[in-house]
């Protein structure tokens, strides 16, 4: 239990006290506080500080650095469970990490910071995926991504992570086709889809509706062309809605009343 405990310990006031300790071993105070006008050093701006503020971009580096440290620590009980390593600074040309943009901190086969797309750990697929990895004819993200004018790939809600892998280039679409969001359940979901199209360039979706139902405006613009002398709204979660509808006799049925025609 006690190992389970340590993976699970994530950051926190103790790891900040920590950060400053280290660092002070190497790093003026100057570099690692804030000074206030009458000379005094703070880790963090107090809330509600009256006092002129000052910025510290010289700590960036060093937090950095501590935290890329941390993480191999947090990582590597994962890593060392599936014989793999914790690699920091990885340069793979072939997914754009570069030398002068490297990896932080990756999960590798080897401990080599030159990593190859192939040295990817397996477990990043789902069992039945990993049997088509020795075919001759796989299409992985690095295809994808390098000929992306010559595919058009279907993603789901829980794959949109793997935007991360293909980097859509500049005028790349999104089409989505599917119903609105039609409840407040709903809603977020589609506030962090709109997030992760926005991080790629993707914002605004194209949306094809290709739901078994009509569209909210299209069922008004029927009712009205229509013109019914009662209407009797039912197979809706929002029944109350066509109470936006003029000149027509709306009758809400109720659950176990019956309703003569």
Excluded at 161 to 180: A, Y
Excluded at 194 to 200: A, E, G, P, Y
């Amino acid at each position: 239990m006690a190992n389970k405990v340590d993976i699970m310990k994530l950051w926190d006031k103790g790891t900040e006290i920590e950060f400053f300790r280290k660092s002070r071993g190497f790093a003026t105070p100057k570099q690692l506080f804030y000074m206030t006008g009458d000379g005094k050093y703070l880790a963090y701006w107090p809330k509600g500080y009256k006092g002129k503020k000052t910025t510290l971009q010289s700590r960036n580096a060093l937090i950095g650095n501590f935290t890329e440290k941390w993480c191999i620590d947090l990582l590597l009980p994962f890593a060392n469970k599936i014989n793999a390593f914790a690699v920091q600074n990885v340069v793979n040309e072939e997914i754009r990490l570069t030398r002068q943009s490297p990896a932080d901190v990756v999960i590798c086969k080897t401990r080599n910071t030159i990593q190859r797309p192939e040295d990817q750990i397996e477990k990043d697929y789902d069992t039945w995926e990993r049997t088509y990895f020795s075919l001759e004819n796989v299409i992985d993200a690095r295809e994808i991504s390098t000929h992306q004018k010559d595919y058009v790939m279907f993603m789901n809600y829980f794959q949109l992570n793997n935007l991360i892998d293909l980097k859509p280039v500049e005028g790349s679409v999104h089409i989505r086709s599917m119903c609105e969001p039609f409840s407040e359940e709903m809603e977020p979901d589609q506030k962090r889809i709109d997030n992760w199209l926005r991080l790629f360039g993707l914002y605004p979706e194209c949306r094809i509706h290709s739901s078994g139902h009509a569209r909210g405006p299209a069922i008004f613009d029927m009712i009205q062309k229509i013109n019914p002398k009662k209407l009797f709204p039912i197979h809706t979660v929002n029944p109350a809605a066509f109470k936006e509808l003029s000149g027509i006799n709306i009758v809400f049925p109720e659950y176990e009343k019956k309703i003569t025609i």
